[in-house]
């Protein structure tokens, strides 16, 4: 005896969506797994993944009544498929997309710690061009630009300047607020705050790149 999994053309069309569903779930856990381990290219994963993507949100728009929640949906079939409930659900966009994103972010946030820096260098420069050489004008300007430094990642943590600073900092930390630098410590300082004698000539590069 035939069974039948629909009573009419509405139900038919719905276990058909069903099946498009489940097929689109798998399809993209195969291509996510398939880009992390460089069987497809980039440029094809990004081809094919945004195909799925809209496939995804097309197909669970239309069953929003019959499928309200898709990971429910996912672990009532055991599907087993984690990489493409995040693709699909949390994230919505292709991975190449959100490393791109995030390189994105990275460089506009290096770009605002090199102003940053770049400011501080001048600042305490002109200070000490100003002869305002007391402790207490001189110890948060040097704290300051130590902080910038330390949030420039393409320093690293034990690089030269940093150290400089540091001893700069604990040397002044000592000295009384009212008490002024001599005028060889405030030649001495202006020299090693000149941003081509702090860092190295390829990391002056960098930030002028940056």
Request: aromatic share 6%; net charge negative; charged share 25%.
């Amino acid at each position: 005896m035939e069974v039948k999994l629909w009573n009419d053309k509405r139900e038919r069309e719905m276990y058909d969506n069903l099946a498009e569903l489940f097929a689109i779930i798998k399809a993209t856990e195969k291509l996510e797994k398939a880009y992390v381990r460089d069987i497809i290219s980039p440029a094809e994963y990004e081809t094919e993944c945004p195909k799925l993507i809209a496939q995804f949100k097309t197909l669970s728009s239309t069953l929003k009544d019959a499928v309200p929640n898709i990971e429910q949906f996912h672990d009532t079939y055991k599907m087993d498929c984690p990489s493409a409930l995040n693709r699909l659900v949390t994230s919505g966009v292709p991975a190449t997309v959100e490393h791109r994103a995030a390189a994105a972010n990275s460089t506009a946030t290096s770009a605002a710690v090199v102003a940053e820096c770049v400011q501080n260098f001048i600042t305490a420069m002109d200070l000490l061009k100003l002869n305002m050489v007391a402790v207490d004008q001189i110890h948060p300007l040097l704290s300051d630009l130590s902080s910038s430094l330390n949030k420039l990642s393409i320093l690293p943590v034990d690089f030269e300047g940093k150290t400089k600073m540091r001893e700069w900092i604990s040397r002044l930390s000592k000295i009384g607020a009212a008490d002024e630098l001599t005028e060889q410590q405030a030649r001495q300082l202006l020299l090693i705050w000149n941003p081509r004698t702090i860092l190295s000539w390829q990391h002056c590069r960098l930030l002028e790149v940056s």
